[in-house]
């Protein structure tokens, strides 16, 4: 399990934090902006379990990343019904701005919650133009800020050092009803006893 601190002015905690946090977005419509430092893999793992084990989930990815056999062995670790409990997630991978922005516009209104990871990576590309970049954003969190007013969605998306987010971040973070950060823990280095 990854060790983190997720915070929203004063508020931190660890996964269990985390877990909290998901179970109430879960249950009203709305959007909750979660920003990371780092990947978060195993974060986004352990969370993809917690929720499919308490029902539907549909998750678009802005990336090539779904969680692979370590979402599986969470879910055994919880219950035998893996089949019926796997049945709860669907994906859909958006490997563009423009798949992302028709994967979003393609999503009904009404249905399970919504967890997209790596919403601005696939604005990084400097093949395309930027303001067609900014263009299918806007459209995005539009598409976003839709689905939102009628389920809950959890957009989760990466810190990045660089000009492209300054200007991205801003279309997003005006849309959500509560943005969290999650902070890396430094892990404590315990020296062994000598004797």
């Given at each position: 399990?990854?060790?983190?601190?997720?915070?929203?002015?004063?508020?931190?905690?660890?996964?269990?934090?985390?877990?909290?946090?998901?179970?109430?977005?879960?249950?009203?419509?709305?959007?909750?902006?979660?920003?990371?430092?780092?990947?978060?893999?195993?974060?986004?793992?352990?969370?993809?379990?917690?929720?499919?084990?308490?029902?539907?989930?549909?998750?678009?990815?802005?990336?090539?990343?779904?969680?692979?056999?370590?979402?599986?062995?969470?879910?055994?670790?919880?219950?035998?019904?893996?089949?019926?409990?796997?049945?709860?997630?669907?994906?859909?991978?958006?490997?563009?701005?423009?798949?992302?922005?028709?994967?979003?516009?393609?999503?009904?209104?009404?249905?399970?919650?919504?967890?997209?990871?790596?919403?601005?990576?696939?604005?990084?590309?400097?093949?395309?133009p930027i303001y067609t970049r900014l263009f299918r954003l806007r459209e995005c969190c539009r598409e976003l800020a839709r689905l939102a007013f009628y389920r809950?969605?959890?957009?989760?998306?990466?810190?990045?050092?660089?000009?492209?987010?300054?200007?991205?971040?801003?279309?997003?973070?005006?849309?959500?009803?509560?943005?969290?950060?999650?902070?890396?823990?430094?892990?404590?280095?315990?020296?062994?006893?000598?004797?």
């Amino acid at each position: 399990m990854g060790v983190f601190c997720l915070i929203e002015k004063s508020y931190s905690g660890g996964m269990n934090e985390l877990i909290k946090l998901a179970d109430r977005v879960t249950k009203k419509r709305g959007l909750t902006l979660i920003l990371t430092k780092d990947r978060s893999r195993q974060i986004k793992t352990d969370l993809i379990a917690h929720l499919i084990l308490n029902g539907p989930l549909l998750v678009v990815s802005g990336d090539e990343w779904l969680p692979d056999f370590a979402l599986s062995r969470i879910i055994y670790s919880q219950t035998i019904q893996i089949k019926e409990v796997a049945k709860s997630l669907r994906t859909v991978r958006a490997s563009t701005c423009y798949r992302l922005w028709d994967s979003l516009a393609s999503i009904s209104s009404k249905g399970e919650p919504i967890l997209v990871l790596e919403f601005l990576h696939t604005f990084y590309d400097a093949n395309i133009p930027i303001y067609t970049r900014l263009f299918r954003l806007r459209e995005c969190c539009r598409e976003l800020a839709r689905l939102a007013f009628y389920r809950p969605v959890i957009v989760m998306t990466r810190i990045i050092d660089s000009q492209d987010y300054e200007k991205f971040i801003p279309a997003l973070s005006p849309i959500a009803n509560q943005t969290f950060t999650l902070e890396p823990e430094v892990e404590q280095i315990k020296q062994p006893a000598l004797f």
